[in-house]
């Protein structure tokens, strides 16, 4: 089902106008304001032991979130984008502005001061100007002047909000802390899981708010950052805390995983604390997506395999997992139609219904409509997409070899 809500995309946004061509954005204390140094022994009564795995082992109960957080700080960072106008008048003067949003470190090669940051595509675009040239990204503790790490875009879409920056020779990251935020699986997400959000915001540095799951999976329709594209997000929604800058951050599990990339909030004044994430599962595919297709290259769009079918959903109904104590909802998902002249239409049968899809070795198991949708994500020209189906009550198997033209893009 999907909501229609009012809602905000959650980026800070500093306006200049008219401002000379060598102007700069300056804030209290460089492009942070606030103090980001923090204090006191957050580690107390946890024994923690080391190397890049950051694994720990909890003494007290306590401070599980504690620990999660410091773990997920390691991972996010806080995107700054500046957006600058064409020259215009007799004094070459233009407009400009800034974007202060959050981003998650999704690959990382310490060694080559090398990083790909996961963010929400409307982080790095505006509306005015399209994607920045000039994207800054700071560790969590250094969030200073000299400490920033230039980025570039790698490639995005308005559709999913989620686009990849990429950070080449930084000698701050060489020398830093971080590490590559480690994705749980976001479909065994639970109503009143714990969850940290971790994220820029206010523009004033990385912090972290803890709350529940509300929604593990559904669906709203929102205006996209052009201001004119009305588009549908699937999402997690939240009550932990987010506000303008947790856009583009990491929502984390208690073992300090990425489940989510928090990227809107409820606009409704007489609404409290409801925000939303994109699923981790969708994330991670789009971030390969991303860097399959773009990096390196003159592409900028994530790309879906569309097969030429149409899915439904019978058969609703709830499991209870006794090992977890968690409840799920399950249903039988069905080919509804297939479009004639499709490789789908070939193989594939109206009532067939699907129990799994694998593509090039990678199996989702299909309980819900969503992962038919979500794992074209991974398909690319050339990959094997076989599916498991009950047809008239027989286990079947069908393969399909994906192409070029079957790849749509998505900007």
Do not use: W
């Amino acid at each position: 089902m999907k909501t229609r809500i009012t809602a905000i995309l959650l980026t800070v946004c500093l306006l200049f106008s008219a401002v000379s061509l060598t102007s700069c954005v300056m804030l209290e204390d460089g492009i942070f304001s606030g103090d980001t140094s923090g204090g006191g022994d957050i580690n107390q009564n946890v024994t923690v032991e080391g190397g890049d795995s950051y694994d720990v082992t909890i003494e007290n109960p306590a401070t599980s979130n504690v620990v999660a957080a410091s773990k997920a700080m390691l991972s996010a960072v806080s995107v700054v984008a500046t957006f600058q106008g064409q020259s215009s008048g007799i004094f070459g003067t233009s407009s400009s502005s800034a974007a202060s949003g959050s981003g998650v470190i999704y690959r990382l090669n310490k060694e080559m001061g090398e990083a790909y940051i996961l963010t929400n595509h409307h982080v790095v675009y505006d509306s005015a100007y399209g994607i920045s040239k000039n994207i800054d990204v700071y560790l969590y503790g250094q969030e200073a002047e000299n400490y920033e790490l230039n980025a570039t875009y790698v490639g995005g879409s308005l559709y999913y909000d989620l686009a990849v920056l990429k950070v080449t020779g930084s000698t701050v990251l060489m020398s830093s802390n971080a590490v590559a935020a480690t994705f749980a699986d976001s479909d065994k997400l639970a109503v009143l899981d714990t969850v940290i959000a971790v994220g820029n915001a206010e523009g004033n540095g990385i912090s972290a708010t803890v709350g529940y799951v509300n929604v593990d999976s559904e669906y709203i329709e929102m205006l996209g950052a052009d201001e004119k594209t009305q588009i549908t997000l699937r999402v997690i929604r939240t009550d932990a805390a987010v506000n303008p800058g947790n856009s583009g951050g990491g929502l984390f599990n208690t073992s300090g995983e990425v489940v989510g990339i928090v990227n809107a909030k409820s606009a409704d004044d007489s609404i409290d604390n409801i925000g939303f994430a994109i699923p981790s599962n969708v994330a991670k595919s789009i971030a390969e997506n991303i860097i399959y297709y773009c990096d390196g290259t003159n592409k900028t769009n994530v790309y879906r395999c569309l097969l030429g079918i149409e899915v439904t959903s019978q058969n609703y109904r709830t499991e209870y997992d006794l090992e977890t104590g968690k409840i799920y909802k399950l249903e039988d998902v069905v080919v509804h139609s297939t479009t004639a002249g499709s490789a789908a239409a070939e193989v594939l049968k109206v009532g067939d219904i699907i129990r799994s899809i694998s593509v090039d070795g990678k199996v989702t198991e299909v309980t819900r409509r969503h992962h038919v949708v979500d794992c074209m994500l991974d398909a690319r020209a050339g990959s094997t997409i076989v599916f498991t189906l009950v047809r008239d009550g027989v286990e079947v198997s069908a393969t399909i070899t994906a192409t070029s033209d079957m790849l749509k893009a998505y900007s």
